[in-house]
């Protein structure tokens, strides 16, 4: 019994000096996080010095994101119960429309996440104010290209030539084409009298432009109309190569002609429709030893 008595104050003896020994090292360890912090390390995870991940629920604005929410900068603006099991975006809770519906949650925190495919802009094209020359090119293409197909009719209410230099032969006034201006107004009712007779005539399109085929393109406010004014780069000599995708060039088979600075403003409504068009086609007529240029002026207007 004594024996057993002796070991058994051994083992408790044992017993207290580890307990001592874990407390002190808990206490030296507790010591160290508080006095030089968090060495980036948890569960077997090295993060980088600087990493604080954090959930913090703020509420969202009106018609977006939360108020509070931004690029990742060590918080996050989305509470962990906006997300499903999988990790994913939960769009039952929330809808934005510049968040991507499946963005994990590492992409969201990194930055990585966007619009989905195909997804509107923010904001609305009517506010745009500032354009590219492709961008103004695109818009007044969209809204000239449904003219034919859309409006009621169009109608031509003046037609203007002009003498640039020389002078214009009076061989050419037998098809009708003198300097002044006719107001004797031409109208076009209907998809098939569209086609035939706003510019270009004979074609299903009123641009067919592309961005190389252009020297200038803007767009300036009208009220709730936006004007886009376009310069075409000039035709290759003798040719229409670029204006005949813009206007209704001219067929007089005496001379080579090329036009050389063609210029379109066109009028775009608020719900994107062209209402109004004024071209200008400076033309350059080379016959044998003579020369002479013109511009021809057109304006119309469009109906829906």
Same mark, same amino acid.
């Given at each position: ?156 209410? #003046?037609?203007?030539?002009? *003498? +640039? $230099?020389?002078? %214009? ?10 300097? &002044? !201006? ?61 204006? #005949?995708?813009?206007?209704? *060039? +001219? $067929?007089?088979? %005496? ?10 403003? &066109? !009028? ?37």
């Amino acid at each position: 019994m004594k024996h057993n008595s002796k070991l058994s104050r051994v083992f408790v003896i044992l017993m207290a000096l580890s307990m001592v020994f874990m407390l002190t090292a808990c206490s030296e360890a507790t010591s160290n996080f508080l006095k030089y912090g968090w060495d980036y390390e948890a569960n077997g995870i090295q993060y980088e010095p600087g990493f604080e991940y954090t959930y913090e629920y703020a509420a969202p604005a009106p018609g977006g994101y939360s108020a509070g929410a931004s690029a990742y900068s060590g918080s996050s603006a989305y509470a962990s119960s906006d997300y499903d099991t999988a990790g994913d975006y939960d769009t039952d809770t929330y809808a934005y429309g510049d968040l991507d519906p499946n963005a994990k949650v590492s992409d969201i925190l990194g930055g990585k996440t966007g619009k989905p495919a195909g997804a509107a802009a923010p904001a609305a094209a009517a506010n745009k104010t500032s354009y590219t020359a492709a961008e103004a090119l695109e818009l007044y293409k969209s809204a000239a290209n449904k003219v034919k197909s859309n409006a009621k009719s169009a109608t031509r209410t #003046s037609e203007t030539i002009k *003498t +640039i $230099s020389g002078s %214009i032969p009076s061989l050419y006034s037998t098809f009708g084409f003198k300097e &002044g !201006t006719n107001t004797e107004k031409v109208v076009a009712s209907g998809s098939s009298q569209l086609r035939e007779k706003f510019p270009v005539e004979g074609k299903n399109y009123t641009c067919n432009l592309s961005a190389s085929d252009i020297k200038s393109a803007t767009v300036s406010n009208n009220g709730s109309s936006k004007v886009v004014t376009i310069v075409v780069k000039d035709d290759n000599p003798g040719t229409y190569s670029n204006s #005949s995708k813009c206007v209704s *060039t +001219i $067929s007089i088979p %005496i001379g080579t002609w090329t036009c050389k600075g063609v210029t379109l403003r &066109g !009028t775009i409504d608020a719900n994107g429709r062209l209402t109004s068009l004024y071209y200008k086609m400076p033309t350059y007529v080379t016959q044998g030893s003579d020369a002479f240029a013109f511009s021809l002026e057109q304006n119309w207007s469009v109906a829906y």
